[in-house]
């Protein structure tokens, strides 16, 4: 008994400060002083979320530039289903699904190079990234100069503007979020 109660207290006060004190802090600190990050990464227009930084969007429309294929179920970028199509390479269906996206790409973009971006036509591991490669949205130019009727000098400016490169280099690849790059779209003509 006499082991028992320092036991039961020591547990208790590991407790308090471990499950509660500790997450109750870092929760803290981190809206103190990561506040967007801490709230989503939430991007605002007029005062009302229309999307996150980090999760992508389905844009389908002519006029939009559109992301990666969703490889979530039931609907696309649906975050609770995150994860990739587990299609294995040889798999036939994988196939038929990346000469489906590919032929309907083609067909959208009939003034666009032959190569089709890869980013275009594949599902990243999450099946929710927001992002694509500087390539993939300069291909989509004729389209989107098409259908707004804008200078494709104008789009290809706004697509360098809309461009991340990280720092260092060596962390990885330049990007552009397809959600922040339609907003500035939008912004062109509004």
Same mark, same amino acid.
């Given at each position: 008994?006499? !082991?028992?109660?320092?036991?039961?207290?020591?547990?208790?006060?590991?407790?308090?400060?471990?499950?509660?004190?500790?997450?109750?802090?870092?929760?803290?600190?981190?809206?103190?002083?990561?506040?967007?990050?801490?709230?989503?990464?939430?991007?605002?227009?007029?005062?009302? /979320?229309?999307?996150?930084?980090?999760?992508?969007?389905?844009?389908? !429309?002519?006029?939009?530039?559109?992301?990666?294929?969703?490889?979530?179920?039931?609907?696309?970028?649906?975050?609770?289903?995150?994860?990739?199509?587990?299609? /294995?390479?040889?798999?036939?269906?994988?196939?038929?699904?990346?000469?489906?996206?590919?032929? +309907?790409?083609?067909?959208? !973009?009939?003034?666009?190079?032959?190569?089709?971006?890869?980013?275009?036509?594949?599902?990243?591991?999450?099946?929710?990234?927001? !992002?694509?490669?500087?390539?993939?949205?300069?291909?989509?130019?004729?389209?989107? +100069?098409?259908?707004?009727?804008?200078?494709?000098?104008?789009?290809?400016?706004?697509?360098?503007?809309?461009?991340?490169?990280?720092?260092?280099?060596?962390?990885?690849?330049?990007?552009?979020?397809?959600?922040?790059?339609?907003?500035?779209?939008? /912004?062109?003509?509004?």
């Amino acid at each position: 008994m006499s !082991h028992l109660r320092p036991a039961v207290l020591l547990l208790l006060l590991l407790t308090l400060l471990t499950g509660l004190a500790y997450p109750l802090l870092t929760t803290a600190l981190a809206n103190w002083l990561f506040s967007p990050q801490a709230h989503g990464s939430l991007i605002y227009a007029e005062g009302r /979320a229309v999307g996150s930084a980090l999760i992508g969007q389905p844009f389908s !429309h002519d006029n939009y530039f559109w992301g990666r294929p969703s490889a979530t179920s039931a609907a696309p970028y649906n975050t609770l289903a995150s994860g990739g199509s587990n299609l /294995a390479g040889s798999n036939p269906a994988l196939d038929q699904a990346l000469a489906a996206r590919i032929a +309907a790409l083609r067909a959208a !973009h009939p003034d666009s190079p032959a190569a089709v971006p890869v980013d275009l036509v594949t599902a990243s591991g999450s099946g929710l990234d927001p !992002h694509i490669s500087p390539e993939a949205a300069r291909w989509q130019i004729s389209r989107i +100069a098409r259908v707004r009727h804008l200078p494709p000098a104008t789009l290809e400016r706004l697509v360098a503007a809309q461009t991340e490169t990280p720092f260092p280099a060596l962390l990885g690849e330049p990007v552009v979020n397809v959600l922040e790059l339609n907003r500035a779209l939008d /912004a062109l003509k509004g």
